[in-house]
């Protein structure tokens, strides 16, 4: 079992490692080579666009067949995506190629994604699911952790392309231990019923039906798609704002990312280890996020922005194992899969918009202006969801009064 365990978690981390690598290269490239807030907000759009929008296919395919094969397709094909995109540099020349081979490992990365997220009940069904999740957190921030440290140090040894066939050579080694796992393991994927061969709309209607009808999803997808608002704007804005408005090297850049990383294993070993109330969790992680937005855009000092940005990412993975835990409970087992991938896709949709509101409204140094206006914007979203929340409660408790009485 444990060699099982292991076996699982490492292909998480070394899958992590590779897209985090892909992540940092991104933005610092772009905007070393622009100079430019606005360009490292399309290019962040460009790059996170397709990672979201796929999520309702990716789901639907989990659904269908084995999400241990859909596993291993995702990190093959990765692999394959950047070799070819280092092929393209090297015949053709530009750093489009860098922008198009991290947009189609996203997409890829988020059918990675899903397939671990429908596996994970199985896998470890007889364990409690938050500590199951922070245990799966902790491999994927131990890959955020050494991401930005390893793409920094061979940054400064290599051109980026070869730090993209690093990032190759990780994506095979993931799939490698993806197969040590189903080696070592007895697990066999039990489809929950026979699954025809339908339209591919079908289960996306019938997604979008849950998260209208069942309660709490819908207000569960506001929330997390108001709290990505201010992790796009993050992730958008993070190299221009150290290496460019507080003037810092790019070795202090990847001190940031590491400290972010670091912060967040720490919270997420303390969920492991200490049972905490779900509705604390998602409060105090909500409050702790919008609270970074506003430090890291108000603060004139870097060292407040790093205070920002610790509280925004650290608390980023807290947020997450709520929505995670509580849409677990409340999704059917048998939609679990095409139910997953929309809602991911809705919550996540935000991620992209604040990297083109970044592109759009960054320009002549109002990077901080933005970052506080998607910050109380996702405050904004947070209060309505909350009373609305409020509000049909009262409803359903009127409700069943009148019912009891009669």
Same mark, same amino acid.
């Given at each position: 079992?444990?060699?099982?365990?292991?076996?699982?978690?490492?292909?998480?981390?070394?899958?992590?490692?590779?897209?985090?690598?892909?992540?940092?290269?991104?933005?610092?490239?772009?905007?070393?080579?622009?100079?430019?807030?606005?360009?490292?907000?399309?290019?962040?759009?460009?790059?996170?666009?397709?990672?979201?929008?796929?999520?309702?296919?990716?789901?639907?395919?989990?659904?269908?067949?084995?999400?241990?094969?859909?596993?291993?397709?995702?990190?093959?094909?990765?692999?394959?995506?950047?070799?070819?995109?280092?092929?393209?540099?090297?015949?053709?020349?530009?750093?489009?190629?860098?922008?198009?081979?991290?947009?189609?490992?996203?997409?890829?990365?988020?059918?990675?994604?899903?397939?671990?997220?429908?596996?994970?009940?199985?896998?470890?069904?007889?364990?409690?699911?938050?500590?199951?999740?922070?245990?799966?957190?902790?491999?994927?921030?131990?890959?955020?952790?050494?991401?930005?440290?390893?793409?920094?140090?061979?940054?400064?040894?290599?051109?980026?392309?070869?730090?993209?066939?690093?990032?190759?050579?990780?994506?095979?080694?993931?799939?490698?231990?993806?197969?040590?796992?189903?080696?070592?393991?007895?697990?066999?994927?039990?489809?929950?019923?026979?699954?025809? =061969?339908?339209?591919?709309?079908?289960?996306?209607?019938?997604?979008? =039906?849950?998260?209208?009808?069942?309660?709490?999803?819908?207000?569960?997808?506001?929330?997390?798609?108001?709290?990505?608002?201010?992790?796009?704007?993050?992730?958008?804005?993070?190299?221009?704002?150290?290496?460019?408005?507080?003037?810092?090297?790019?070795?202090?850049?990847?001190?940031?990312?590491?400290?972010?990383?670091?912060?967040?294993?720490?919270?997420?070993?303390?969920?492991?280890?200490?049972?905490?109330?779900?509705?604390?969790?998602?409060?105090?992680?909500?409050?702790?996020?919008?609270?970074?937005?506003?430090?890291?855009?108000?603060?004139?000092?870097?060292?407040?922005?790093?205070?920002?940005?610790?509280?925004?990412?650290?608390?980023?993975?807290?947020?997450?194992?709520?929505?995670?835990?509580?849409?677990? =409970?409340?999704?059917?087992?048998?939609?679990?899969?095409?139910?997953?991938?929309?809602?991911?896709?809705?919550?996540?949709?935000?991620?992209?918009?604040?990297?083109?509101?970044?592109?759009?409204?960054?320009?002549?140094?109002?990077?901080?202006?933005?970052?506080?206006?998607?910050?109380?914007?996702?405050?904004?979203?947070?209060?309505?969801?909350?009373?609305?929340?409020?509000?049909?409660?009262?409803?359903? =408790?009127?409700?069943?009064?009148?019912?009891?009485?009669?």
């Amino acid at each position: 079992m444990r060699a099982h365990r292991h076996a699982f978690f490492a292909s998480l981390f070394f899958s992590r490692l590779a897209d985090q690598i892909l992540l940092f290269l991104v933005p610092l490239v772009v905007f070393q080579t622009t100079q430019q807030a606005t360009w490292s907000g399309i290019a962040f759009f460009i790059e996170a666009f397709p990672r979201y929008l796929v999520f309702p296919v990716c789901g639907a395919l989990c659904d269908r067949i084995s999400p241990v094969k859909v596993l291993r397709a995702s990190q093959r094909c990765r692999a394959i995506a950047c070799v070819a995109g280092i092929a393209g540099f090297s015949i053709v020349g530009g750093i489009g190629w860098l922008i198009a081979l991290s947009a189609v490992c996203g997409a890829l990365t988020s059918q990675g994604l899903v397939a671990r997220e429908v596996l994970l009940p199985q896998v470890f069904s007889s364990e409690r699911f938050e500590k199951v999740l922070s245990y799966a957190q902790i491999a994927d921030q131990m890959g955020v952790v050494l991401g930005p440290i390893l793409a920094g140090v061979l940054l400064g040894w290599w051109r980026w392309e070869y730090v993209v066939g690093i990032a190759a050579l990780l994506f095979f080694a993931a799939d490698g231990a993806t197969l040590l796992w189903e080696h070592v393991s007895a697990f066999e994927w039990r489809a929950h019923q026979h699954v025809a =061969a339908v339209e591919w709309l079908a289960p996306v209607k019938t997604a979008l =039906a849950h998260v209208v009808r069942l309660p709490g999803l819908g207000r569960l997808v506001a929330l997390a798609a108001a709290e990505n608002l201010v992790i796009g704007a993050t992730l958008a804005t993070s190299a221009a704002m150290v290496t460019g408005l507080h003037r810092r090297p790019d070795a202090f850049y990847t001190f940031v990312q590491t400290a972010g990383a670091v912060a967040t294993i720490a919270i997420l070993l303390l969920i492991a280890r200490v049972r905490i109330p779900r509705k604390a969790l998602g409060r105090v992680s909500f409050l702790a996020i919008f609270a970074g937005g506003l430090l890291a855009g108000l603060s004139p000092s870097v060292w407040g922005y790093v205070a920002g940005f610790l509280l925004i990412v650290g608390f980023d993975k807290m947020f997450s194992i709520y929505i995670r835990s509580v849409r677990q =409970a409340i999704i059917p087992a048998k939609d679990y899969g095409k139910t997953l991938g929309v809602v991911i896709m809705l919550n996540n949709l935000t991620q992209p918009l604040a990297g083109l509101l970044v592109g759009m409204f960054a320009g002549n140094g109002r990077m901080s202006e933005v970052v506080v206006g998607i910050s109380l914007g996702m405050g904004a979203l947070g209060a309505v969801v909350v009373l609305a929340g409020r509000g049909a409660g009262r409803r359903r =408790a009127a409700a069943h009064g009148q019912t009891r009485a009669e």
